[in-house]
């Protein structure tokens, strides 16, 4: 397959056009996204974080010798283990004079159990709970991230997506997470190995999300596909990987705001770049009405 059946000035074109054409919605997207991460962030917050490598004295005035001298008794006393997990003695302290602190901590008392607190469990209910609740959530957000895909395929199409996408793809959820657990496995191995060999299969894989949802391929079948699909386009689609990425880093230093266009529009361009290929493939020019046909 020729490199030219896509331009990355085309891609990048047409992305940008069509979240100016579809900005409301992608704002309630965003603001979905959002509420998410709070409802999450203030649930895991609750249930108190899970490591403590070492009390940070910038956090507490304390000097590093108390520091070192505190985690000490942490870890002696069985409040966290000596790879600095957080253990049940610490999630339910909930009196400071349980704490049995040598001397010269005995001032600090009180300031390192309030310190502390970002340890403690404070949910309602029992910590199996906790982890049932918390596998829902990140299930959820993992249909939000399929629906996104989704939604991007259909403002690139032009097909006037709906924010119910976003929940409304539940048969693919077990798919998009053993493909994404294949590919991010295969990525890190191939990077950590040998870096060329990651950044090869990353490009050549990195459209099995597409596939998944848009054709409903297996986990391994839409890794193969895409590996198919994206031969002897695989530089123009590295270079563009680089743009995306060089554009969304100038989105994160405008103040965060520039996110707002810089994400969508990279985006939508994938989803377009994904469309010209599997059209092209297909015997197809490419264009938009040869997409909207095999779709």
């Known amino acids: 397959m020729s490199s030219a059946v896509f331009s990355k000035k085309e891609a990048l074109s047409h992305g940008f056009y069509q979240t100016q054409k579809y900005i409301g919605l992608i704002l309630l997207i965003g603001l979905t996204f959002f509420l998410m991460s709070i409802v999450t962030g203030i649930f895991d917050a609750f249930a108190g974080k899970g490591t403590l490598s070492q009390p940070p004295h910038t956090e507490m005035d304390i000097t590093e010798e108390q520091s070192n001298m505190l985690m000490k008794v942490l870890v002696d006393d069985g ?3 000596k790879l600095g997990l957080v253990t049940g003695k610490l999630r339910y302290l909930d009196d400071p004079n349980e704490l049995d602190l040598p001397f010269q901590l005995e001032p600090k008392r009180k300031e390192i159990f309030a310190y502390l607190q970002q ?4 949910l309602p209910f029992p910590r199996p709970v906790f982890f049932v ?21 259909l403002m690139s199409r032009d097909q006037k997506p709906r924010l119910s996408e976003l929940f409304s793809n539940l048969d693919y959820l077990i798919a998009y997470i053993l493909g994404t657990l294949c590919y991010t496995a295969a990525l890190v191995g191939g990077l950590l190995l040998l870096i060329v060999p990651g950044i090869i299969f990353g490009v050549m ?3 099995y999300t597409f596939l998944i949802i848009d054709q409903g391929l297996g986990p391994i079948e839409s890794l193969k596909r895409s590996a198919q699909l994206t031969k002897g ?3 123009n689609l590295f270079v563009l990987g680089i743009l995306y990425v060089l554009i969304n880093i100038a989105g994160a230093l405008c103040l965060l705001v ?12 994938m989803a377009y770049v994904f469309d010209r290929l599997s059209a092209a493939e297909s015997g197809g020019s490419g264009s938009l009405e040869d997409i909207i046909k095999s779709v």
């Open 233 to 235: 386009s695989r530089m």
């Open 133 to 153: 609740l918390r596998v829902l959530l990140w299930s959820v957000t993992m249909l939000m991230n399929i629906g996104y895909i989704k939604m991007t395929l």
């Open 119 to 122: 340890f403690r469990y404070k």
């Open 258 to 269: 520039g996110l707002i266009w810089s994400i969508p529009t990279t985006s939508i361009a």
């Open 79 to 81: 409040y966290v283990t």
């Open 205 to 207: 894989c990195q459209l």
